[in-house]
């Protein structure tokens, strides 16, 4: 309503693939983080991100489990469904989680198929390069954006034994050029490349069309995404030097719990003004 009480259109336009592409092609960034629940999602759609990831991570962040491993296609439906229901202008994209894509393409592309129809996302993303790239053509070909994930891939970090940047080696490097160009060949909008050297996350962006982007990969790439955790300092499990802390969230967090803690043992809690 304004002043006069005349109901005023608060149209929002949806950023799609098509946005995301033409971001990179006019060479503004891509600005994304992650949301579980709705809160969050609601304050980082009206600030203004471009894509919120309802990321496996929420695993580790949300499940307190040591790894991405153990969080299943149904608890991702939870949060992308809430994620999704609040989210105006963002475009809502979700993890596939370990095991929901890796059997079979068909079984992937049910996967998939099924998170978008109960949840509203507006696409899907996967670990791999070459090694998805059947999947990636599946679920692309029958019209499911789906971004790839390159580079340290959380889901396979047992095999790796650690969270150690990848592709240092001449080898390495090589290698996740091919797995690059391989996701965008296969129908991928997007791919986000993780904790790999900026100058070999410079040259993957500048080889591909459809952009990148980049955790622990430098300034080059077309976008850049933290774990909203991470950055609001509410998860200091692991403090890697990529993530910027933009709050100190848990120790504000602890001082309010303590405070209310001793002003309910003090009987200073509730006031005359906090009861009736
Ligand atoms: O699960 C996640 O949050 C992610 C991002 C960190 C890219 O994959």
Redesign the pocket.
């Known amino acids: 309503m304004d002043q006069q009480g005349n109901t005023v259109s608060t149209k929002v336009t949806r950023i799609t693939t098509r946005t995301i592409q033409e971001m990179k092609d006019a060479g503004e960034r891509i600005a ?1 983080l ?1 949301a579980y629940d709705f809160l969050v999602a609601r304050m980082l759609d009206d600030a203004g991100i471009d894509i919120i ?1 309802v ?4 695993s580790n962040v949300f499940q307190g489990n040591a790894t ?1 491993l153990p969080v299943t296609l149904d608890e991702m439906i939870y949060h992308t469904k809430i994620v999704s229901n609040v989210t105006r202008r963002a475009m809502v994209v979700t ?1 596939l989680p370990f095991m929901s894509y890796q059997v079979t393409v068909e079984e992937a592309f049910r996967n998939a198929g099924r998170i978008m129809k109960e949840t509203n996302a507006l696409g899907v ?1 996967v ?1 791999g390069g070459r090694r998805v790239a059947k999947v990636v053509e599946k679920v692309s070909g029958e019209g499911i954006p789906i971004i790839g ?1 390159i580079g340290l891939m ?1 889901q396979s970090i047992l095999k790796y034994g650690g969270y150690r940047p990848r592709g240092t080696s001449e080898q390495e490097a090589a290698e996740l050029i091919d797995d690059a160009i391989a996701l965008e060949e296969a129908g991928a909008f997007a791919v ?1 490349i ?1 904790k790999i050297p900026a100058t070999l996350a410079k040259r993957i962006t500048d080889l591909l069309h459809i952009p990148t ?1 980049g ?1 622990g990969a430098g300034a080059h790439c077309s976008g850049q ?3 909203t955790h991470d950055m609001l300092g509410l998860f200091e499990d692991f403090r890697p030097r990529f993530v910027r802390r933009y709050a100190a969230l848990t120790e504000e967090m602890e001082r309010a719990f303590r405070a209310y803690i001793s002003d309910v043992k003090s009987g200073t809690f509730p006031n005359d003004s906090e009861s009736y």
């Open positions: 994304c992650t990831l990321g496996d991570s929420l991405t993890d993303k670990e994930h959380p986000v993780e982007i955790i995404i933290l774990v």
